[in-house]
């Protein structure tokens, strides 16, 4: 997995640049994340490397509608390289720069239950304190997680959960 990390980092750090100069981030995010998403499709995946497939024809299955010259360009070059099936990590790589660069702390809130939106407010303003950035929260549900909620922040890691508080009594238990 570094591999392929290694190889579409200067993709990603080349379609920033282009997006920056541009002022179109959220078009390019579009963009990238069609294109990734298209790429990872298992039957997307076996035809891109199908030396029969006209590398025209794969930009246009991979570009979203009404997508600007300049990410189509950067779709060719993907091809010319035999790089499309780096999109998704490319477009990951593209967000983490696209966050950084906004000052944007991307939270996944995981619950054992649906939290109310009090409370997630009250967690994305203590988070936005400790980080000292805007935070952006996207929420999922667990319920093996018997109560409580784990907060995963990037390098953060907060786990408030029921279970986690268990394995660790259990760990403790046993040492």
Do not use: C, H
């Not at 998403?37 to 497939?53: F, M, S, T």
């Not at 490319?90 to 702390?105: H, K, P, Q, W």
């Amino acid at each position: 997995m570094s591999q392929a990390l290694t190889v579409a980092r200067p993709y990603a750090r080349a379609a920033f640049a282009v997006a920056r100069d541009e002022g179109s981030f959220a078009a390019w995010s579009d963009a990238l994340g069609f294109a990734a998403q298209a790429a990872a499709d298992p039957r997307v995946a076996a035809l891109l490397p199908n030396p029969q497939l006209a590398q025209a024809d794969a930009v246009a299955l991979l570009a979203p509608a009404g997508a600007s010259e300049s990410f189509t360009r950067f779709l060719t070059v993907l091809a010319d390289g035999r790089r499309l099936s780096q999109l998704p990590e490319i477009a990951g790589l593209y967000e983490d720069l696209r966050a950084e660069s906004e000052r944007l702390v991307k939270a996944r809130i995981i619950s054992a239950t649906a939290l109310p939106a009090g409370e997630l407010e009250a967690i994305k303003a203590a988070l936005k304190k400790r980080f000292g950035r805007e935070v952006e929260i996207d929420t999922a549900i667990d319920e093996s997680l018997i109560g409580g909620a784990v907060i995963d922040a990037g390098e953060v890691v907060i786990d408030g959960s029921l279970k986690g508080k268990l394995n660790r009594l259990q760990t403790a238990l046993a040492n």
